[in-house]
């Protein structure tokens, strides 16, 4: 079992920049493959980026490559989302997610966060 916790979610001038956390269970960490989703009102959770175990495979969604970058610290056991350059349209409840394989589908991840708010005003 991996238990997920998210933090730094916020209200954001459009163009400032927040940082997401993901705490996870130390245990198997560094085994683990994370993926950052997120949800708006009214529309279906979508991919935001993942990171594998080794840090060295980071994909992004197209609407935030370029702003938002995913790091990893295997000693403190977190995953981060830094986010640039804000829009509004980046207003959602942030998901970190956890599984054995990277992936941009959400069904690969079977650990789950239960989010932070991220709203960004124009």
């Known amino acids: 079992q991996v238990q997920l916790a998210e933090s730094g979610g916020g209200l954001v001038q459009a163009g400032g920049s927040l940082r997401l956390s993901c705490a996870a269970s130390?245990?198997?960490?560094?085994?683990?493959?994370f993926g950052w989703f997120r949800q708006a009102p009214g529309t279906e959770r979508r991919f935001v980026g993942n990171i594998d175990q080794f840090g060295t495979n980071i994909d992004y969604a197209d609407s935030v490559k370029g702003r938002f970058t995913i790091s990893r610290d295997n000693a403190k056991a977190t995953v981060y989302l830094q986010m640039n350059s804000l829009k509004s349209e980046d207003t959602a409840i942030y998901y970190c997610?956890?599984?054995?394989?990277?992936?941009?589908?959400?069904?690969?991840?079977?650990?789950w966060g239960q989010g932070t708010q991220v709203t960004v005003s124009s």
């Open positions: 130390k245990r198997t960490f560094s085994e683990k493959s």
């Open positions: 997610a956890a599984g054995p394989h990277v992936g941009d589908n959400q069904h690969s991840y079977p650990y």
